[in-house]
């Protein structure tokens, strides 16, 4: 378990001190797929930072598995990070060493033997599906590749924790997804707690059980995936959840209707016209108020605000009509959101 209580972190500029996380409290479940979302400038990569105490917190603490990481010796806090590793929008790959020899790397500063090593690196290139690219050279791999070496190099050490910071930013949505797919195969063979930092809602919705909004170093709203994304109540969560372009003055033409909110997580919606069938199947009729969906594949994600025609009989219609379709979760949005 990490528990994160009541962090602070100040910076001193030419400016004047800038408080990048104020008094953030979270607690994260062991084998959670947990994600923290922001804006940019919203202190996400600090709060990261601090969990593995790249950066000091200036207060509070950050307790993993009963351990305080701010009161362990230098020698102490190299051991621990080997079970909280960490990868990067940017990969860090090593340029000059071969994908093999990136894997190792860690493993050769822990001590491990060069044959143990390289036998664990071979273990792990067929975990992330790049067996045949231990002779490669990070420049000579895509950017989904490399970031597979790069998860395989995290995995050396069988980390409990990995950090995934703005990990998928650099890459094009079906390596996204690609990605994404590997890192819950990863959660759920080895049980390794996921933290993702992200400034995309998609990527929370695709892999995520639970998320923290953070907004201007604060945490706003934190706790289930579908719960936050359903009914969100800080000013911060909405322009995260609504679509882009959703303009918040076109409630209004719906005010007096029920709103349900349908989130996509891999539904094989996206081959059927879904407001059209539930309305032919079932006469429930639903004004679509805002989408932000795609198609990967045969898959649907993203997410669709729905005003629902005839009262509440139709709205509980509705929510059990949709509910009962693999993949998707639907919940009413209350109206004193």
Excluded at 159 to 178: F, G, N, R
């Amino acid at each position: 378990m990490i528990e994160i209580k009541n962090l602070t972190k100040t910076f001193t500029t030419s400016d004047g001190e800038v408080q990048a996380l104020k008094n953030v409290n979270i607690t994260i479940e062991n084998g959670d797929i947990y994600g923290i979302i922001g804006m940019s400038g919203a202190g996400k990569s600090t709060l990261v930072r601090c969990i593995n105490m790249l950066e000091r917190p200036t207060d509070g603490t950050v307790i993993i598995d009963g351990t305080d990481m701010a009161a362990l010796s230098p020698k102490q806090l190299r051991e621990k990070r080997r079970d909280i590793t960490m990868i990067f929008q940017g990969f860090n790959l090593l340029m000059q060493r071969t994908c093999l020899k990136n894997i190792c790397f860690p493993l050769e500063l822990a001590g491990v033997k060069k044959a143990d090593a390289v036998k664990r690196a071979r273990e792990l290139l067929e975990v992330v599906g790049l067996p045949d690219k231990e002779n490669s050279y990070p420049a000579q791999l895509s950017g989904g590749q490399q970031q597979r070496i790069a998860i395989a190099r995290a995995l050396a050490t069988d980390p409990k924790v990995l950090l995934c910071d703005e990990a998928t930013s650099a890459l094009d949505p079906k390596t996204t997804h690609s990605i994404l797919e590997l890192i819950k195969e990863i959660n759920r063979k080895l049980g390794i707690t996921v933290i993702v930092i992200t400034h995309q809602m998609s990527v929370v919705e695709e892999i995520c059980n639970r998320v923290a909004i953070l907004d201007d170093g604060v945490v706003v709203e934190n706790g289930e995936v579908s719960e936050i994304f359903s009914a969100p109540k800080s000013d911060a969560a909405r322009r995260l959840v609504f679509p882009e372009g959703f303009d918040e003055k076109s409630m209004e033409t719906y005010s007096a209707e029920p709103r349900i909110r349908v989130v996509f997580n891999g539904a094989d919606a996206a081959k059927t016209p879904l407001i059209a069938k539930m309305a032919a199947e079932k006469g429930i009729y639903a004004n679509i108020m805002a989408a932000s969906t795609k198609s990967i594949g045969d898959k649907a994600y993203g997410s669709m605000m729905l005003g629902i025609s005839g009262g509440e009989e139709k709205l509980k219609e509705a929510l059990s009509y949709l509910s009962a379709i693999e993949d998707i979760t639907a919940e009413e949005v209350r109206s004193d959101v």
